[in-house]
C-alpha cells in the first residue's frame, strides 16, 4: 500500500488521484520557502525603519514591492503545479469500448400502431431501432427481444448487423404488454454471448435498450425484472415512447393508449440504466443516439500530467518575466 501524505491528501484526493502519491510530499516545501520569504521580508522591513532617510530617497523611487511578491507567488504556483505534475496525476477519460452486448428490446403491442408518431408508433420505433443498431461498433453484439403479451428472443446475441436489422423490420403487433417478460427474455438472451476468440474467460458489459409506450398488463412484474437485471449487472435504458394523446381503432372505437413513463422510468431506475421520453421519430432516433455514445464508450483512468506541468511552466515564465522587469530597474 502506497502512503499520501495526511495534510494534503484531504486537499488534493477529492479533485485527483495519482500515480505517483508519495511524491506529494515535495508539496511540504512550498510552506518551508514561504516562510522563508516573510521572515526575509520581515527582516528587511525592520532594517530599512532604522536607515535614516536622505535627499536620495525622497527623489528616487523604492523597487516595485508588488511586483516582487507577484513573482515570488508566482514561482510559487509554478513549483506547486509542477510537483503535482511530478506525482503523476490521473484523470477519467472516454475511450471507445472494445466488446459489449446490446440487446434491443422492442414493445409490439397493439397500442404501438397509434399514430400520434408518423406513420405510426412501431413503424417509427422500427427505422429509429434499426439505425441505432447500425451505428453500434462492429465487434459489438446485438441481440433483438420483441414483446407483447410473451416475449420472444428473435437474433441471438451476434455480429451480423443484417441478421438483427432484418429482425426488427419483420416486428408486427400483437395483444397485451408484458414489460417483465421482455426483461427476463433479455436477460436470458444475454446467456447466449458467445465468447471472444482472443480472451474466451472475459465477460463483456451488457446492456438492455427497451422501447415501449405503455405499462405491463400481464406477466411477472418488471420491478423483480429490474431487480434481476441489476443483480446481473446489466443496467436498462429505458425509452418511453409516444404521446399523452395516442389512440388505436378497436371496433370503430377510438381506444386512448397514452404513453406511461412512470414505469420505464422505475424500471431504469432499479436497475441502474438511464430513463430517456420521445414523443416524435426525431426524438426517438436523437434518444437512440445519446444510447449508443453511452454505451459505445467507456471511463478510464489516464495520466494528465502534461496539464499540471504545462501550467506551471507558464506560471514559471510569468514569474521569470517579473524578475526581470526588476532587473532592468538595477543601475
Do not use: C
Not at 508539496?27 to 527582516?43: D, K, Q, S, T
Not at 427476463?184 to 480472451?199: I, R
Not at 412484474?221 to 436498462?236: G, M, R, T
Request: proline share 8%; no cysteine.
Amino acid at each position: 500500500m502506497i502512503l499520501q501524505p495526511l495534510a494534503l491528501t484531504p486537499l488534493l484526493t477529492p479533485l485527483l488521484s495519482f500515480l505517483e502519491p508519495v511524491r506529494l510530499w515535495w508539496l511540504l516545501l512550498i510552506p518551508a520557502l514561504v516562510g522563508l520569504y516573510l521572515f526575509l521580508v520581515n527582516r528587511k522591513r525592520k532594517r530599512n525603519a532604522r536607515i535614516a532617510r536622505t535627499m536620495f530617497d525622497l527623489v528616487i523611487p523604492r523597487d516595485r514591492t508588488w511586483l516582487r511578491h507577484v513573482a515570488v507567488g508566482l514561482s510559487i504556483l509554478s513549483l506547486l503545479t509542477l510537483t503535482i505534475a511530478y506525482a503523476k496525476p490521473k484523470g477519467e477519460v472516454s475511450v471507445p469500448r472494445e466488446r459489449a452486448t446490446i440487446v434491443v428490446t422492442i414493445d409490439v403491442s397493439l397500442s404501438m400502431e397509434a399514430t400520434d408518431v408518423q406513420p405510426n408508433r412501431l413503424d417509427a420505433a422500427k427505422s429509429a431501432a434499426e439505425g441505432f443498431v447500425n451505428s453500434l461498433p462492429p465487434k459489438f453484439n446485438v441481440s433483438v427481444v420483441s414483446f407483447a403479451g410473451t416475449a420472444t428472443t428473435l437474433v441471438p446475441p451476434t455480429q451480423d448487423r443484417g441478421a438483427a436489422t432484418a429482425a426488427i423490420q419483420s416486428l408486427q403487433p400483437k395483444a397485451s404488454t408484458a414489460i417483465g417478460e421482455g426483461i427476463y427474455t433479455s436477460l436470458a438472451a444475454l446467456a447466449q454471448v458467445p465468447p471472444d476468440p482472443g480472451d474466451p474467460n472475459s465477460v463483456a458489459p451488457a446492456r438492455i435498450v427497451l422501447l415501449s409506450d405503455g405499462k405491463t398488463q400481464i406477466g411477472r412484474p418488471s420491478d423483480e425484472a429490474a431487480q434481476q437485471a441489476k443483480a446481473q449487472s446489466v443496467p436498462i435504458y429505458t425509452i418511453a415512447y409516444g404521446t399523452p394523446d395516442g389512440y388505436i381503432d378497436i371496433g370503430g372505437r377510438r381506444e386512448p393508449v397514452p404513453v406511461d413513463r412512470a414505469e420505464l422510468a422505475r424500471v431504469s431506475r432499479i436497475s441502474g440504466g438511464t430513463a430517456y421520453t420521445a414523443t416524435s421519430a426525431g426524438q426517438l432516433k436523437d434518444v437512440y443516439r445519446d444510447i449508443g455514445s453511452s454505451v459505445g464508450t467507456e471511463k478510464i483512468d489516464k495520466e494528465v500530467t502534461s496539464r499540471y506541468a504545462g501550467l506551471g511552466l507558464a506560471f514559471a515564465i510569468l514569474a521569470a518575466l517579473g524578475m526581470v522587469s526588476l532587473g532592468a530597474r538595477w543601475p
